[in-house]
């Protein structure tokens, strides 16, 4: 296959975001600390045959994962966490890189499916990191690979991202915010 200038452009500043932020999502040893939940309400089953649902002004920690959403519907099998998904409003995430560096992201819903290690971020998605941003109708994370893949949701909608020169990494991208 051979790509036009303008398409080879394209993929490879799509390869320099994915890349850029690779390593970036979790603080590795977050997952060895508590998950704390704070919320206004919670419904949930005792033996695991339905989700948690958490709502009313819900915010999650662990470690230096922060995140805020209206509900938050957690599932769990055999005593480990799942699935989580969130909604209301924009879903704010926050978490350090192992180099303290901060990652944002939101979206009106998010989908963490923790046995495959994927975030899909639905609706205003925005992911920024200290070398860029992405924002898109879908933006997909995986956190085993590093892997990004941001999509328009077929009704034109479009994908933007900003690549920070060397000089700038570090202080917040100038994308939409």
């Not at 992201?105 to 290690?117: G, H, N």
Request: proline share 6%; aromatic share 4%; net charge positive.
């Amino acid at each position: 296959m051979t790509l036009r200038p303008a398409a080879s452009l394209v993929l490879l500043a799509f390869a320099l975001v994915a890349s850029a932020a690779a390593p970036a999502w979790a603080r590795s040893t977050d997952r060895s600390k508590p998950i704390n939940v704070d919320a206004g309400n919670q419904k949930g089953s005792t033996d695991e045959s339905a989700p948690t649902v958490f709502s009313g002004g819900v915010h999650i920690t662990q470690g230096t994962l922060d995140i805020k959403s209206s509900v938050a519907e957690l599932t769990v099998r055999n005593g480990d966490p799942t699935r989580a998904v969130f909604t209301g409003n924009q879903v704010v995430m926050k978490q350090e890189m192992d180099d303290g560096a901060p990652v944002t992201a939101r979206a009106d819903k998010v989908d963490y499916d923790l046995t495959t290690e994927i975030i899909v971020f639905i609706g205003n998605a925005y992911m920024e990191n200290p070398r860029g941003s992405t924002s898109g109708p879908r933006i997909t994370y995986n956190m085993k690979t590093g892997q990004i893949e941001s999509s328009g949701d077929g009704s034109g909608g479009r994908v933007k991202t900003t690549i920070l020169p060397k000089s700038a990494q570090g202080r917040p991208a100038q994308g939409k915010k």
